[in-house]
């Protein structure tokens, strides 16, 4: 029992003297980060993707290697900041002192611990939160981004220099008559497959192509389903291309109901070799029209 | 058993109960493509034509057999696990069977997906072996005692679950797919893995039957049996091995189905299917009938309206939860009890010179949080002028150790209260009601707001507080009672958060952040309410200290000394009812914090009830603080919520005690 009093104070003193050592060792000089240009924070990838064709950078986004996945690449490491999963690391935020913060309706959650941050501004015209016809949707959304960036002309730009490609391309898509069936493939058993207020759907209807699916779809314009129920449509498959799981394509080759589906019995799927984000902007529009386009041309 | 409320109906007559609305089920789903007869005859056609005859061969029958194997398959797993761990309540799930399959699923899919190429079967297998290697080491010095595997199998699976949900957290996106499969879906694409299952099914029930004398012996309590030479590590060991081979294979097919294999037996037993043969040939049958009726119901249901697949897996653990919190008071609890820890451990009196450090430590770590940090370049200490800075951190760090302090008084109460060790507002499932209540008051309220929540929470853990001595108020609120109603409410939790989780929404990264715990949206105000309210409730617990030392006694003893025990229990339970609902909004339902802190109190000598519970409390802050900064810091700038970092640690140090209990 004597003893135990000078363990704890022999511990007291080390543990303060590593504090010593620790703070002496790491003491650095405050965050100073005024050099580089003020970036803006976008944490939806619609939002992000179509800042940086409005010629914005950097772009302060969540995460790099979906990003880059979704985007198929498109922009330059340069051009972009990760700023932290889950939610947005603040301490960080206060570093890089970022001059906007936007952020579409379903994160209005973190509205309130950024807003000492920078200024937040929710976009209201988000196009994945309202009904109605999506490609409307997408265009109101891009010019109320402009407007609140600063840049409406830029945005009428790159509305103006979508329409005007998809427009070109749909003369080359005009001989499929065909409906399609856009489906995302999630393991030997299910699918997302996209109707209603989605962006293949905007897409395939500026396209002149049909939409084969018109089941009932969530909020982002999918619904979850089984492979079953594509079973009664005739339409040709179209498969987006996703970075897992890989080799869904060798087991569902063995498969007895894939086999029979009616467009693989045609051997006439398409699979996409670019890929874009379900719930993305103009840009992930674009992405996927050329990607449809240049498969359809293909056979 | 000691209930025979359903003694007036045999199992044939339950099992003809649930065959005649299936057959129905069955017979008008099959008339929408025809004439019955003509349905069934294309089972015999192997290469059908007709898009109907297709999905009829290809997804109805096989997702039907399906139905009936994998129910009559975790029914037989659960009659073996049940009888070699002489613990009613254990079933294939329990073991961390599922957790483990799925934790290897996600890492492969992320670190190896080349793996995922040669046969996922086996990954999940393999990582569900290793969840159960895991359960029995650590059960290992008690001889693989009953109770002491189900706490040992609980314990393991929180632990992959909270590694699985750190995975989750950053990579959402591409493992929603996993999410399906795990969530226990039963669509069907042709007959491989029908093909698979059964052989293993017909194999598993052979040797049941081939070990049907030595497993019925293990009816006899240990002394006994050793004293009749049966090698009992050994026997149990191959019981358990076959019912975990059989139930990886169901779950790496088709994901996690809760609760058939606990309720076939069980319903069996108390309809009077009494002996091990009896129980083994029925419970498949009953296991196969629940199964098949619930996705019948589920497709009749939910096939035209929902654009989302509800899988038929978190359906069975929704229904069942509530069954087996109503079969928890009929059921006898044999086996040996977790022994109190008191004299093992070699808790030493308390020295209060010997624990001056802990402040000192405390404030140390309170100091290193709020200053010590990463930032764009690298780690740096912060100018204690930089208030803003300091402003978020302290907000943050007073509601972790705020939640922290709650966690652990309330603890303290539980364990002292039912002289249980075990005992923790996480393990008895008051967490996981106050989450239930919360996520449902996201989705239904029209604008919820913290305070709306923080009441709804309150109400989820004093309905969970009040069902739990409900149900077990008939056994003098039993530890292991208790425990297992708690596992029931977790399991509950585990079925309603999967659901949400299936539907891949962008939005659930938000949901999953708030129910791994975050103090991310801890505001001043609000960090200064809840440090008020820890103080409070603190201070409460220490005015009903004395009740705390004598409680623990037994309830003859406190009435005699001239306590009112009805009203002690009832207010000390309301007030940990009220801390656990306030602890949850921040730091989620799962944190270990409300088990470790009381136990680390105890060894460092806190045994009197007072010193207990101001023990605990420093050590529940002081743990969450260290969470919360280590969770910011580990993954930078990426973050690992306070409560999910608060559960890996605290669950790694509640293994290796265990280990040792």
């Known amino acids: 029992m004597t003893i135990r009093p000078a363990v ?83 301490e960080l935020l206060r570093q890089v002192s970022p001059r906007q913060i936007l952020l579409a309706p379903w994160q209005a959650a973190v509205a309130s611990q950024l807003d000492a941050v920078a200024p937040i501004e929710i976009v209201d015209d988000y196009p994945y939160s309202s ?39 749909r003369n080359k898509a005009m001989d499929e008559d065909m409906p399609l069936l856009i489906v ?54 179209v498969v987006i291309r996703d970075p897992f799981p890989i080799g869904i394509e060798q087991s569902l080759a063995q498969n007895g109901l894939w086999r029979h589906l009616p467009s693989v019995k045609r051997g006439d799927v398409i699979t996409l070799t670019h890929a874009f984000w379900f719930a993305g902007g103009l840009p992930s529009a674009r992405r996927f029209a050329d990607a449809l386009v240049e498969a359809l041309d293909d056979d | ?88 309540l254990a079933s294939p799930t329990t073991l ?14 992320l670190l190896a997906p080349g793996l995922l190429a040669i046969g996922r079967e086996w990954i999940a297998l393999a990582g569900g072996g290793a969840a159960v290697g895991l359960t029995f080491l650590l059960s290992w010095r008690r001889g693989l005692a009953p109770t002491v595997i189900v706490l040992a199998g609980l314990v393991v699976n929180l632990y992959l679950g909270a590694l699985s949900t750190v995975l989750l957290l950053f990579h959402h996106e591409s493992l929603n797919r996993l999410l399906i499969w795990s969530a226990g879906s039963l669509v069907q694409n042709g007959w491989d893995d029908v093909a698979m299952l059964w052989p293993r099914l017909l194999f598993a029930m052979l040797t ?19 004293s009749l030479g049966v090698p009992l590590k050994y026997l149990r060991l191959a019981g358990l091995g076959l019912a975990v081979a059989l139930t990886g294979s169901i779950v790496s097919v088709i994901g996690v189905i809760g609760f058939i294999g606990l309720a ?49 897996g978190a359906i069975t653990s929704l229904l069942g939860a509530p069954l087996l919190l109503w079969l928890i008071p009929r059921l006898r609890m044999t086996g040996n009890r977790p022994r109190d820890t008191t004299p ?40 204690p002028t930089q208030w803003p800075f300091i402003e978020g951190r302290l907000n943050r760090l007073l509601a972790a150790a705020s939640s922290g302090v709650m966690l652990a008084v309330s603890g303290t109460v539980l364990q002292r209260l039912s002289a249980n060790p075990m005992a923790s507002p996480e393990v008895l499932g008051i967490s996981g009601g106050s989450a239930i209540a919360v996520i449902l008051g996201i989705y239904l309220l029209p604008a919820p707001s913290s305070p709306m929540l923080a009441g709804v929470g309150t109400l989820g853990a004093c309905l969970t507080l009040g069902l739990l001595l409900a149900l077990t108020r008939r056994r003098d609120y039993a530890p292991g009672q208790l425990l297992l109603a708690g596992v029931a409410i977790g399991a509950l939790f585990n079925a309603v958060s999967s659901i949400i989780l299936v539907s891949g929404d962008p939005r659930t990264q938000q949901v999953l952040a708030w129910i791994t715990g975050s103090t991310y949206y801890a505001t001043p105000s609000q960090a200064l309410l809840l440090s008020a309210l820890a103080c409070l409730a603190t201070l409460l617990a220490c005015r009903f200290n004395h009740w705390l030392d004598i409680l623990p006694l037994g309830g003859g003893i406190a009435q005699a000394i001239g306590i009112d025990v009805k009203l002690a229990r009832l207010s000390l339970l309301l007030l940990v009812a009220a801390m656990t609902a306030s602890a949850t909004l921040i730091v989620g339902p799962l944190s270990f914090i409300g088990l470790l802190a009381p136990h680390l109190a105890r060894m460092l000598g806190f045994t009197r009830a007072l010193h207990h519970l101001l023990g605990a409390a420093l050590l529940g802050a002081l743990l969450m603080i260290v969470a919360d900064w280590l969770g910011r810091q580990l993954l930078f700038p990426n973050e690992i919520p306070a409560g999910t970092a608060a559960s890996l640690i605290g669950g790694a140090y509640f293994m290796l005690r265990l280990r040792r209990l």
């Not at chain 2, 010590?372 to 200490?381: K, M, N, P, R």
């Open chain 2, 344 to 383: 093992l451990a070699g808790y030493r009196h308390l020295d209060l010179k010997a624990t001056s450090w802990l402040p000192f430590l405390l404030a140390s770590i309170v100091v290193v949080a709020l200053l010590l940090g990463q930032g764009v370049d690298g780690w740096y200490w912060l100018n």
């Open chain 2, 264 to 312: 076939a037996p069980n319903i069996i037993a108390l309809a009077g299917g009494r002996t091990l043969v009896q129980r083994l040939f029925w419970s498949p049958l009953l296991g196969a009938l629940l199964l098949a009726l619930t996705d019948q119901l589920l497709q009749r249901v939910g096939g035209d309206y929902l654009a989302t697949l509800v899988p038929t």
């Open chain 1, 131 to 169: 009904e109605g016809d999506i490609w409307i949707h997408l265009l109101a959304f891009t010019r109320q981004l402009g407007q609140q960036v600063g840049r409406p002309q830029a945005a009428a730009h790159l509305i103006q220099q979508t329409e005007t490609h998809l427009d070109a391309l």
């Open chain 1, 184 to 237: 995302q493939l999630m393991d030997q058993r299910h699918v997302r497959v996209f109707g209603g207020h989605s962006l293949p759907q905007g897409v395939l209807q500026r396209l002149g192509l049909h939409n084969a699916w018109h089941g009932a779809t969530n909020q982002w314009g999918y619904a979850l389903v089984g492979i079953d129920s594509l079973f009664d449509i005739e339409a040709r498959l």
């Open chain 2, 1 to 88: 058993m000691t209930s025979r409320s359903l003694a007036w109906l045999p199992p044939a007559g339950i099992c003809l109960l649930l065959g005649l609305p299936l057959l129905w089920l069955v017979g008008s789903a099959l008339a929408v493509h025809g004439d019955i007869l003509d349905t069934l005859r294309t089972l015999a056609t192997p290469a059908p034509t007709a898009i109907d005859r297709l999905l009829l061969y290809y997804a109805w029958w096989p997702r039907f057999v399906m139905a009936l194997l994998a129910g009559a398959g975790l029914a037989v797993a659960g009659v073996l696990m049940q009888q070699v761990l002489r613990n009613p």
């Open chain 2, 96 to 109: 961390g069977v599922a957790s483990g399959a799925n934790l290897a699923l996600m890492a492969s899919t």
């Open chain 1, 8 to 90: 704890s104070q022999r511990l007291l003193i080390h543990l303060l003297a590593g504090l010593l050592l620790m703070t002496m060792v790491m003491i650095a000089p405050p965050p100073a980060r005024a050099s580089q240009a003020h970036p803006i924070v976008a944490l939806d990838q619609a939002i992000a993707e179509t800042l940086l064709e409005l010629g914005i950078a950097p772009v302060m986004i969540s995460q790099r290697d979906y990003f880059d996945f979704w985007t198929d690449d498109a922009y330059d490491a340069s051009q972009l900041i990760e700023v932290g999963q889950p939610l947005p690391n603040i």
């Open chain 2, 208 to 226: 049941a039957m081939a070990l049907l004398r030595p497993l019925r012996l293990l009816e006899l309590d240990d002394a006994n049996m050793r």
